[in-house]
């Protein structure tokens, strides 16, 4: 008699199991569906939300955080949702004049024979009010005035990366955002995986350095271009690209 109602028990747990992971998986779908159409409704176009977490359900839980990004511009941002059904707070302008920096400083990296994919933001000490949704780099600037710009970078290895042409590119976007501080961090990425890399980056609205722990990187090292120059002369660079430290 006792085998019989174990074996009931444990049926019974493991359908229960079963519902609960698939009411969770449907949540999941209605949550995310809800934040599409929201934002929509904000803005305008098509998002699609990448990812999920923070869930409705505890008592410090009463909002799902989601990873949601603009289908035809492919900006990649995070949004919050209420019980209510209300986007409470969401990253979408800020990444989109993030986005116009990020290719700036791509294409003239580009121009310069290095293969590399940014991810930068302003870093204003001030507030200067809500980010209209569509403004451009150049009225970003001079509205909220930003101290620096600061994020991330992934360079290609290649035996032609140069210090010189590095700092060139820098130069560029720098006379190009109004001589604004610049501070990357950089992470040299070997060929066979550096798209897959930039790949990964792309369905992310920020990393920080520890992302980079399990990446299989080849080097690292801080860049600052300032009206006070720069942290890092041409030969540093060239070891850095190199694989010296």
């Known amino acids: 008699m006792f085998i019989k109602l174990g074996k009931k028990v444990m049926f019974l747990l493991m359908a229960v199991s079963i519902l609960s992971l698939m009411g969770c998986g449907s949540l999941n779908k209605i949550q995310a569906k809800q934040i599409e159409e929201k934002l929509s409704e904000m803005y305008g176009g098509t998002f699609e939300v990448l990812a999920l977490g923070n869930r409705f359900g505890t008592r410090t839980n009463d909002y799902v955080k989601a990873y949601v990004k603009e289908v035809d511009s492919g900006v990649v941002f995070s949004a919050k949702m209420n019980t209510k059904g209300e986007i409470i707070a969401d990253g979408y302008a800020i990444r989109k004049v993030s986005r116009q920096l990020e290719e700036l400083l791509n294409k003239n990296l580009e121009s310069e024979g290095i293969s590399g994919s940014s991810m930068m933001q302003g870093i204003v000490s001030t507030d200067t009010g809500e ?6 780099l150049d009225d970003y600037i001079a509205k909220h005035k930003p ?9 290609k290895e290649s035996p ?10 820098f130069q560029k976007t720098f006379d190009t955002i109004k001589n604004i501080e610049l501070v990357a961090n950089v992470w040299i990425i070997p060929e066979k995986n550096y798209d897959e890399i930039v790949v990964e980056m792309s369905q992310l609205p920020d990393i920080d350095n520890s992302w980079f722990d399990d990446k299989n990187t ?13 942290n ?7 070891q850095h690209f190199q694989g010296g430290k």
């Open 131 to 136: 980010i209209e949704v569509g403004m451009s």
């Open 147 to 155: 101290d620096s710009f600061g994020g991330y970078l992934v360079v």
């Open 160 to 169: 032609n990366n140069t210090g010189a042409a590095f700092i060139n590119a």
């Open 218 to 230: 080849l080097n690292y090292f801080k860049f600052v271009m300032s009206t006070d120059g720069v």
């Open 232 to 238: 890092m002369a041409e030969n540093e660079i060239n």
